[in-house]
C-alpha cells in the first residue's frame, strides 16, 4: 500500500508532540494558548453560526 510521505511526516510530527506533553490535552491546549498569547496577533472570535436544516430541490427537507 502505497503512503504519502507529508501525511506521515504529519503524523510523526503530532505524535512527538503529544508525547511531549505526556499526551494530556489539556497540558497541549494550555500550551498551544500560551503559544497564540506570546505570538503577539490578534486573536478574532466570532459568534457561532445558526444550523439550517439541509433542503432538497425539490423543496422537501432532506433525509
Do not use: H
Amino acid at each position: 500500500m502505497w503512503r504519502d510521505p507529508i501525511v506521515t511526516e504529519v503524523r510523526r510530527n503530532r505524535e512527538n508532540y503529544a508525547a511531549k506533553f505526556n499526551y494530556d490535552i489539556k497540558a497541549i491546549c494550555r500550551a498551544a494558548r500560551e503559544q497564540q498569547e506570546k505570538s503577539n496577533r490578534e486573536i478574532v472570535s466570532l459568534p457561532p453560526r445558526r444550523v439550517t436544516r439541509a433542503v432538497k430541490t425539490n423543496g422537501k427537507p432532506a433525509a
